[in-house]
């Protein structure tokens, strides 16, 4: 009879989920504190915040039911458990900006925002335009609400890119009715700042139909070169680290 593996679990042992690596996966409730701790760290405000969304909740819970009831009690535990939500939520709000300013100014930080839609556009992966020299890089995404081309931030170099890929799209396209986006990501007028991007993607008036949008979508497809053969070779199209032999004309 074979003997069993050293590494297979004895009957009624709990399994320990892990990660990739072999290392034990933190739970659920760890999670949260590590997460309160880092957002709570590049944002004072989420401490105190959530404590007043708890308190709040508790004393409106306790008036409703001391109209209601003529006792505190039935309030108390409802207006804990709405204080609790509504800042776990508030959590949730400050972690996702503490995690975006984590990357602002980074190469690629608006794919990752963009990235983090659940739902209505269909992101590239990889940059659509980029300059070798300067690092910038083009983003676009493509739903019923048309093309968004996204800029990380509006120097010249960048706005040339937009342009490009805006006559690029329309020579594609043709005649078709289809709006064109061109979002700058940054702080200052006119700009969207980073952590609104997803949101203000998420607004945009809905002007195709699924069926548009598809086709859309297939002729964008077939408009994306492979960046990796359109670029000058030694090029990563996520870094943009330009060969400089090629620059050199060597």
Known sequence: MARKSETTPEKGEKKTKRNADGTKKPGRLKQMVEVFKYTQEIDRSTLPLMLVALVVSMLVGVVLTMLIFDSPWYGIFMGLAVGILVAMMILARKAERAAFSRIKGQPGAALAAMQSIRRGWNVDDEPVQIDPRSQKMLFRASGRAGIAIVAEDAS???????????????????????????????????????????????????????????????????????????????????????????MRGR
Do not use: F, Y
Not at 156 to 170: A, G, H, Q
Not at 180 to 201: F, N
Not at 202 to 226: C, F, G, H, I, W
């Open 156 to 246: 010249s170099t960048s706005m040339k890119l937009l342009e490009k890929e805006r006559r690029s799209i329309r020579r594609v396209l043709q005649h078709d009715n289809v709006p064109v986006h061109q979002i700058v990501v940054g702080d200052s007028e006119g700009e969207v700042p980073l952590h609104k991007l997803p949101t203000h993607m998420q607004r945009m008036k809905k002007q195709l139909t699924k069926d548009e949008a598809a086709q859309v979508t297939k002729r964008l497809n077939a408009l994306q070169r492979s960046l990796r053969q359109s670029i000058p070779k030694g090029v990563d199209p996520m870094r943009a680290r330009p060969n400089r032999k090629a």
